[in-house]
């Protein structure tokens, strides 16, 4: 069998013969031929560095003229090939092909170029490839160079170039010099060429041009191809074309090279077994015996393994020609989607002629590939890598290669992408499935952990493989004679003891759901298997702990809620939108089953494991997963009697939430009037509450009567509360009238304090039931007044009892007040009239300022606490610090919902937007959506809301710290973040912002501290005046322009020298003690240039006028054209302003304003010279921006 030779096998070898009718088009000469392209730009690929494939196994450097001697080859090959090629005529064609003309010249047919009928009839997808490829084949055979110039076209149109090759371009110019004018003749307005174009015309063009390339070679597999002429020629063009700096060249040549590579591998694969035919051919005649031996026969079947000699060196020399010249260079490239071909097509070669090409010179280069930096060609190396390991007869020749690469390739299943990760671990499957102890033990453990993951798909990948290593050695079934045998009961059995030794030993999660779902895709047959689950957890001899048993009742939850629902648990995310028909179907088939089987064993399950908790609750969770209507169908109803036997031994034995909630809802999926059972059901419950009802009466007398409470008492009335409490939530229990001996129970806690927390919990819990639910019947059948008015009265005692729990001493109490008292003045709030409703406009109630105040310092003293705040973290575990994040999450939730519904003052969000820096990780996602919310109900309100958050910091800190060096402390960097991060929060869109901003400076520093500037009377600051107007309406500018100035039409000023000059000597020093934060206005307009006036000496004159006046400094001057910019120069000897900030102009001017400018900036300077030095106002104290000197109340 013929072999490749490999560029790393020899670098100073020549390159295999490759024939070329003309020396000149050569390879050599094409890869320096764009070297002094003015529109390259990327850097040659093939001289970079191999920063891609950084890792220990990463490529060695490769030989940079490894290809340069391939000209000189094709030179010394021509003698050998070149007598293949047809005699050099010119035949005119008896039928010009379509869209070329003959025209006469001095008395001579010439043949013009056909135009683009091959690019696009490609590009149209439409034509018959193969008719397409043979017509052009008829029209080679015609006119060999037109029909060679017309492919060489098509190869240069397809790359997005307008240019064209003629026929004297052809004649005259090498590859080389063709290539260096077609570049200068590129496009280069768009980056899109053919093959990254969108729209639908070029949809299809990619696998239209690959399938042209493919059809092209086989239908010349038995004629051109073996002709020196077309296919040198070609392979040598596209081997110029992919080592240029034009990318659209570099992409297109490179795709088709791959291509052309590919079809030449299949043909030299049917050249081998035609060679192997002819061989085997050859030894049975020659074997026969003298009478029955033909040597025609013999001389025929040599002369034919002669040709298929001849073919396969010739078709050797193309792809060695293709492989060193082409896919040496391009596999590093720059350009990931040219990796990413190239690594695919090499796939392909391994796949289809394993024996030349599935050897370590090669496999190496998708080896070093594994490191690259793009994820899709990390994706296709590994889906290159899967089609070579799924063909078991291959994995012998990639020992070497899996042992040097395995530690590559387990690695990847951590890798950032998804889409990676997921293939990489379906390619170590099939490691694991061909090729027996490769992985080793540290190898799956690393995998193990994967079931876990959010991301179902890789999950689902990391299930099949631990399936396939743990589970499947045990108990797969076998197929026989194509019938598969049933799986018995102890492997069944064998598979959950596996899986709960894998979920304990690991340790990995706490929730065997994940790794239900995870497994679900493999082994879904075995979790389905209900009836071994339930027989191990029925059976007394199985031995099993109480942790063992907890892990199978789980499994046996979450296996019927994937069996019937279809959706992964909580926080896992699968990325399907729904299921088939088919799925469909297999849910409610697999629904159906499941309740056949576990209605008469549940009563048997909750017998057993009736006393624990932990139990318990998940096993009555099983009936949402039930067809109900089963008990009515297949008459079963004895199985439902002794259900609501067990149903209620449950709820009288247990207190803990999830038990009770857990029975309240089983209870409630039971009490639905369409089920013929529902009066069975119904009488059930009725017994259950007045047997509550009446314990609860019995023992709320005993503690209103008695002095002193005993503790087993109030146990005794919490656990009833909290019964009648889980049950009040999901049925409806007005008619036990439960609302008043709670609330003389509340009203005795809140008056005496004589009641125990424990209680009063509970209690809370029913009142607010009993409100909504009282609500509820209003709603739907509508109510008298006196109803509404009872109704009313009952909310607000309600209310105020929550006020009074607010200051409870019990933080648990604290917070369920807090979240109770949220929930009903949302409720009650103006919304509840909407959609046709009026009639309830009575029961709207809006808190008074006093609450609204207290559920504001409730939010601060609760909610936004440093981590010293919340107690010693040592001693609580990291699932209750978790349970407390979740707790104060829902406090602050409840708080803002208030805030945007209109309910609380939206000034009160101020409080809340203050610590968006400080608390981003625990709160940031609630904090952004109220901001974002808030902004859409009223922007402008929105950001004075902001303003005043920063100035309650600001307030803060000097409080705290006093005004000296608050610059550098830690906490007005935070305070300067925070700034940052609501200024980004406005968007880019500064003329819709604009409006804001101009309000924004309005009401903060710039009113009040113009108040505090030393003026002289008369003579106001020029500067101040101007960025005052600035703020202003164009309008009201006007109006409130002086009338002692003159209204010329046009003014001259004589000259900026002057006036700068005082500017820069004159200029306002500041200090000021604290520093303040800086002050920038973002209300930005272009100025129109100053033009207007007339000519360019009215601009240099008023520019220098604007220049001297400079106000406030900035941290950043914005660039746009015709701004002014006044600046402040620093004290060099103070403490003043550090930062100069940019003095924008915001408005447009008229002339008035200019003449008083001018004035002003004049008298200014005279009156600052008349005080005296610039630190007249540093004396003072003074600053621009200096809230120290302000009464702080004002703001």
Known sequence: MPTLRSSSQSHSSSSPSIVSSSPQRTVGGAQKALSASPSASVSLPCEEKDSNLASEGASPSLSGDEGRDFEDSLKRSVKKRRAKRPHKTTPVAKHPKKGSQITRQNGQKKLELPSCDLFDAVKAAKSDMQSLVDEWLENYKQDEDTGFLELINFFIQSCGCKGTVTPEMFKKMSNSEIIRHLTEQFNEDSGDYPLTASGPSWKKFQGSFCEFVRTLVCQCQYSLLYDGFPMDNLISLLTGL???????????????????????????????????????????????????????????????????????????????????????????????EIRAICIEEIGCWMQSYSTSFLTDSYLKYIGWTLHDKNRDVRLTCLKALQRLYSNQGLTARLELFTSRFKERMVSMVMDREYDVAVEAVRLLILILKNMEGVLTSADCESIYPVVYASHRALAAAAGEFLYWKLFYPEFEMRARGGRERHRSPHAQKTFFHLLLYFFMESELHDHAAYLVDSLWDCAGPHLKDWESLTSLLLEKDQNLSDVQENTLIEILVSSARQAVEGHPPVGRISGRKGLSAKERKVQADDKVKLTEHLIPLLPQLLAKFSADAEKVAPLLQLLNYFDLSIYCTRRLEKHLELLLQQLQDVVVKHTEPPVLEAGAQALYLLCKPEFTFFTRVDFARSQLVDLLTDRFQQELEELLQSSFIDEDEAYSLAATLKRLSAFYNAHDLTRWELYDPCYRLLRKAVDTGEVPHQVILPALTLVYFSVLWTLTHISRSGGSQKQLLSLKDRMVAVCELCQNCLSDVDLVIQEQAFILLSDLLLIFSPQMIAGGRDFLRPLIFLPEATLQSELASFLMDHVFLQSGDLGSGQTQDDHMQIEQLHQRRRLLAGFCKLLLYGILELDAASDVFKHYNKFYNDYGDIIKETLTRARQIDRSHCSRILLLSLKQLYTELLQERGPQGLSELPAFMEMRDLARRFALSFGPQQLQNRDIMVKLHKLSYLEKCLQRVPQTPGCPWGPVTTYRRSLTPVESTAEASPQGHSHSKRRRIEGPSKHQGAGQEESLQLNSVPPTPTLTSTAVKNKQPLGVLGEAKEEEGLESEFTHSRLLSGTQ???????????????????????????????????????????????????????????????????????????????
Do not use: C
């Open 242 to 336: 992919s080592d240029s700096q034009v990318r659209a060249f570099r992409h297109t040549s490179t795709l088709a090279a791959m291509k052309l590579m590919t079809s030449l591998v299949k043909v030299a694969l049917q050249l081998s077994l035609h060679k192997d035919n002819n061989q085997r051919q050859y030894e049975a005649e020659r074997n026969k015996g003298p009478e029955q031996r033909a040597p025609e026969r013999l001389e025929s079947l040599l002369e034919k393994r002669k040709e298929l000699q001849e073919h396969q060196e010739e078709i050797e020399g193309m792809m060695n020609a293709i492989f060193r010249g082409v896919f040496v260079h391009r596999y590093r490239d720059i350009l990931p």
């Open 1117 to 1195: 001057r914005p660039r746009f054209s015709g701004a002014q910019y006044f600046q402040t120069p620093r004290n060099p000897s103070g403490t003043g302003l550090d930062n100069k900030l940019t003095r924008l102009s915001l408005m447009e001017e008229d002339e008035e304003e200019l003449e008083s400018l001018d004035e002003s900036s004049e008298a200014w300077r005279d009156t600052k010279k008349h005080h005296g030095s610039h630190s007249s106002l540093s004396e003072n104290g003074l600053d621009l921006l200096d809230t120290t000197e302000l009464n702080i109340e004002d703001f």
